[in-house]
């Protein structure tokens, strides 16, 4: 059973510091990760993607990829309250079918 | 540019009624995915359809579960004798090239 791990949170930060989400999985296989943001009763936001090892940064957003180390991260700096919102990290499946493999998501809530 | 729409946004269905929940995916997007995602639980795969390729129904729990996508643009999935335990949100999300996955705004299905 393929699986992306999460610690389901809340990950507590005050506005203006760096929030850091993490993210596991098992396929050693996989190519693609994907970080989505998900406000209460709203469907999933696609936020960053990352293919290669290293860091990708998109403004305020950096995601890290280690392929050797299975591991998925999000950097979030200078957070803002409108960040508060759940966090979903995916991995695509190996094996051609492009299904992605959902975590069950970080909580994050920035107070002011 | 228009992103994907579902319809009904929210069905509340008798135990044993059938539903059909419709996606129209972004237009110009060959690949088209159903999720769906209980309440505090992650998403979970269903179905995913590629062009004219013979659709991955690895996801669907159970033979009351069915998906067709006509013309390579709408989809519909359909719960035949609904139970309880199909209450969820179902995603659909549709993608350009099999990677980054949008999704639609989904719908709630309650069964009574």
């Known amino acids: 059973q393929k699986e992306v791990e999460q610690n389901s949170g809340p990950l507590s930060v005050p506005e203006g510091a760096i929030a850091s989400l993490n993210c596991t999985y098992s396929d050693r296989g996989s190519q693609s990760f994907f970080w989505y943001r998900q406000y209460s009763g709203k469907s999933p936001e696609l936020i960053m993607f990352?293919?290669?090892?290293g860091d990708k940064e998109d403004g305020r957003f950096t995601a890290q990829l280690n392929k050797a180390s299975q591991y998925v991260s999000l950097l979030i700096r200078d957070s803002q309250p409108s960040d508060s919102a759940t966090y979903l990290c995916a991995v695509m499946e190996s094996g051609g079918y492009n299904k992605l493999i959902f975590g069950a998501g970080t909580r994050l809530a920035v107070h002011p | 540019g228009a992103g994907v729409s579902q319809s009904p946004s929210n069905k509340v269905t008798e135990k044993g009624k059938d539903v059909e929940l419709r996606c129209d995916p972004i237009s110009g997007h060959t690949a088209l995915y159903w999720y769906r995602q209980s309440l505090g639980q992650g998403l979970e795969f269903l179905i995913y359809?590629?062009?004219?390729?013979?659709?991955?129904k690895s996801g669907l729990p159970s033979d009351r579960f069915s998906a067709e996508r006509t013309g390579g643009s709408v989809s519909t999935l359909t719960i035949q004798r609904t139970q309880q335990e199909d209450s969820a949100v179902y995603l659909c999300a549709s993608s350009l090239d099999g990677h980054e996955q949008y999704f639609g705004p989904g719908t709630r299905l309650t069964v009574t």
């Open positions: 990352i293919y290669s090892n």
């Open positions: 359809f590629q062009g004219n390729s013979a659709p991955d």
